[in-house]
């Protein structure tokens, strides 16, 4: 389908309070019209929270996309930055596409750049655009951009393969403005069987017996307990003792715990207390004597079960108590009916000892289509990774180090 020919407005802007005006589309025939906005308030955001929540709903269905998420990573992560969220209604007014963005400005080798990116970091894991029909929200929102002047690059990260945000990504393609794709992220999953004796027959004999001893040498300690805790006036504490575990592993010896950042304890704290309201939040707890040797902090929605942080006591390591509590977990996923626990983020080993199965994600972008998109696509695209090469092979051809000689003797 082709970009429809751009019209004035021809009826009024949606309620919600925007920087620019709606965009009327016409498309053939059969297929409705839609109206793009390009939504910049913050306080007609939050006013978008039910219909919003119902598009994720009807489409996408994450945990990730929902409004209390986006809500809680916006307010810790980027409380100043300028809002950018692409609103797409039919011709009754129902919102059925939404592209949420922020304005950043940057740099590519040098090149200043004016950014409009989705609203994402490391505490994101997943991110897409939301659209009851993505081919016919895709071409709109493209022209919605087309006629933006305050952007220069278009970034969206850790969209999954079957995401709807490729169909923006083609349809900008088709039309030939310059785009990239950069894969990021395999994320690990386990499509969960009828039964945990199902699942643990397919893991290996070494594996189940690693388990079995493992539980054994850290019952040979102390007293063992699993506690699942949902939310209730004492939550900010026990997630405060499970910010202070984290510190002492291997994020405080980097610098990067919840408890020594103010945004991510931020984020994680509200993001608990709004989810808990509806039951998708828990958080499970291994205790030896009472005292914490390891959490999970999910979020269940539709069958799903999402881990978004872990950690563990890393003086406990020979009893693997992470492992053991990904195991009670995964007996609680089968009690509750689960049908898939997602480990989310990087493909690491001990991620690995569990499945093979992984989600690829990729970062897509666009650039405007004028001289300098073009000139900022091949610098993001062509030279920068050919000055890494480049600078991989002056390494490789380095010269090994010598010491220095010894001193002459006189």
């Known amino acids: 389908m082709g970009l429809a020919a751009r019209e004035a407005p021809q009826v009024e802007a949606p309620e919600e309070r925007t920087s620019?005006?709606?965009?009327?589309?016409?498309?053939?025939?059969?297929?409705p019209s839609l109206t793009v906005s390009v939504v910049t308030d913050r306080q007609a955001v939050l006013?978008?929270?039910h219909e919003w929540n119902a598009l994720v709903e009807s489409t996408g269905k994450e945990p990730f996309y929902r409004h209390e998420y986006f809500r809680s990573w916006?307010?810790?992560?980027a409380p100043e930055a300028g809002l950018r969220l692409l609103a797409g209604r039919d011709n009754e007014g129902r919102l059925v596409a939404l592209l949420p963005l922020i304005e950043r400005s940057g740099r590519v080798l040098g090149i200043p750049v004016r950014e409009?990116?989705?609203p994402t970091n490391v505490h994101s894991f997943r991110f897409d655009l939301l659209a009851e029909d993505p081919a016919v929200a895709a071409p709109?929102?493209?022209d919605c951009l087309a006629a933006q002047r305050r952007w220069s690059m278009l970034r969206v990260t850790d969209v999954p393969a079957n995401g709807s945000a490729w169909h923006l990504y083609r349809s900008a393609s088709d039309a030939g403005w310059p785009a990239g794709?950069?894969?990021?992220?395999?994320?690990p999953y386990i499509a969960l069987p009828a039964t945990f004796e199902d699942l643990a027959r397919a893991w290996s004999s070494r594996f189940r017996s690693n388990l079995r001893r493992r539980r054994r040498l850290l019952e040979q300690r102390g007293a063992v307990s699993v506690e699942r805790v949902e939310g209730g006036p004492h939550l900010q504490a026990i997630l405060d003792e499970c910010f202070q575990l984290e510190s002492r592993g291997w994020k405080g010896r980097r610098g990067e715990p919840a408890d020594g950042d103010p945004r991510i304890r931020a984020f994680y704290s509200a993001l608990a207390e709004r989810t808990s309201t509806d039951n998708s939040f828990s958080l499970f707890l291994l205790r030896l004597d009472g005292k914490l040797i390891a959490f999970h902090y999910g979020l269940t929605r539709h069958g799903s079960y999402s881990l978004l942080m872990t950690s563990y006591?890393?003086?406990?390591?020979?009893?693997?108590?992470?492992?053991?509590?990904?195991?009670?977990?995964?007996?609680?996923c089968f009690a509750a009916g689960v049908r898939e626990f997602d480990f989310l983020g990087c493909d690491l080993e001990w991620k690995?000892?569990?499945?093979?199965s992984c989600r690829s994600h990729s970062w897509l972008f666009l650039f405007r289509k004028s001289p300098l998109g073009r000139t900022l696509r091949r610098a993001k695209f062509d030279w920068a990774p050919n000055a890494r090469r480049l600078l991989g092979s002056l390494r490789r051809q380095d010269p090994a180090p010598v010491s220095a000689p010894p001193p002459l003797r006189t």
Request: glycine share 4%.
């Open 313 to 332: 006591d890393e003086a406990l390591r020979e009893c693997s108590p992470g492992h053991l509590l990904v195991e009670e977990v995964l007996k609680d």
């Open 352 to 356: 690995r000892a569990w499945t093979k």
């Open 74 to 77: 916006l307010e810790s992560f």
């Open 140 to 142: 709109a929102l493209l």
């Open 47 to 49: 006013e978008m929270e």
């Open 181 to 187: 794709v950069y894969e990021s992220q395999r994320s």
């Open 20 to 31: 620019h005006a709606s965009i009327r589309l016409r498309h053939a025939p059969g297929i």
């Open 116 to 118: 409009w990116s989705s």
